[in-house]
């Protein structure tokens, strides 16, 4: 696919659905720590999503005919000097896990997961840790929502070379809710 041809496909994704930018609904601030953020819907018809995440974090989006992934990465010129990334895929397709080394259960979006995840070594004698969950059944079908948006998955992945710093992030990820 050309450079030109990806970028009409996110600048007619965040056209069409907005620009997934802060939400300031007054109910969702006190809720959890850090900036809220409305991701844009999968396609139209399909309701969005809401997260907060720590203040330090700044976010992207990649769009494709299948899939939508929200990224929400910290600066490189915040320390620590690795990037830690939050990355929300919602599509019919997700990939298998990387990993499955560790397992933690836990609840996003009011879904019972699974984390799965793992370390392993990275440059400069650092240590890459790696989590990830799959939420399944969160888009349900009401007759409002378009018909493939039963079958989409939200898969949540957490990576970087700070351990705390993941963990803080699979915590932010609990926060994942739909729009009211």
């Given at each position: 696919?050309?450079?030109?041809?990806?970028?009409?496909?996110?600048?007619?994704?965040?056209?069409?659905?907005?620009?997934?930018?802060?939400?300031?609904?007054?109910?969702?601030?006190?809720?959890?720590?850090?900036?809220?953020?409305?991701?844009?819907?999968?396609?139209?018809?399909?309701?969005?999503?809401?997260?907060?995440v720590?203040?330090?974090?700044?976010?992207?989006?990649?769009?494709?005919?299948?899939?939508?992934?929200?990224?929400?990465?910290?600066?490189?010129?915040?320390?620590?000097?690795?990037?830690?990334?939050?990355?929300?895929?919602?599509?019919?397709?997700?990939?298998?896990?990387?990993?499955?080394?560790?397992t933690?259960?836990?609840?996003?979006?009011?879904?019972?997961?699974?984390?799965?995840?793992?370390?392993?070594?990275?440059?400069?004698?650092?240590?890459?840790?790696?989590?990830?969950?799959?939420?399944?059944?969160?888009?349900?079908?009401?007759?409002?929502?378009?018909?493939?948006?039963?079958?989409?998955?939200?898969?949540?992945?957490?990576?970087?070379?700070?351990?705390?710093?993941?963990?803080?992030?699979?915590?932010?990820?609990k926060?994942?809710?739909?729009?009211?």
């Amino acid at each position: 696919m050309t450079h030109t041809r990806v970028f009409c496909l996110v600048l007619a994704a965040l056209v069409t659905v907005g620009c997934g930018g802060s939400a300031t609904r007054p109910e969702d601030a006190g809720a959890w720590p850090g900036r809220v953020y409305r991701l844009p819907p999968w396609r139209s018809g399909v309701p969005a999503l809401l997260i907060n995440v720590p203040e330090a974090y700044g976010k992207g989006l990649r769009a494709e005919s299948s899939f939508l992934v929200h990224l929400f990465r910290r600066p490189p010129d915040a320390a620590p000097a690795d990037t830690a990334t939050l990355a929300i895929y919602v599509g019919l397709n997700p990939r298998d896990p990387r990993v499955e080394t560790i397992t933690e259960s836990t609840e996003i979006a009011g879904r019972n997961v699974s984390w799965v995840g793992g370390s392993w070594p990275a440059d400069r004698g650092r240590t890459m840790h790696h989590a990830e969950a799959y939420v399944r059944g969160l888009f349900r079908w009401p007759t409002t929502w378009r018909s493939d948006a039963q079958g989409l998955v939200v898969h949540v992945m957490a990576w970087g070379t700070d351990a705390a710093e993941v963990e803080r992030l699979m915590e932010a990820a609990k926060s994942l809710r739909l729009e009211p």
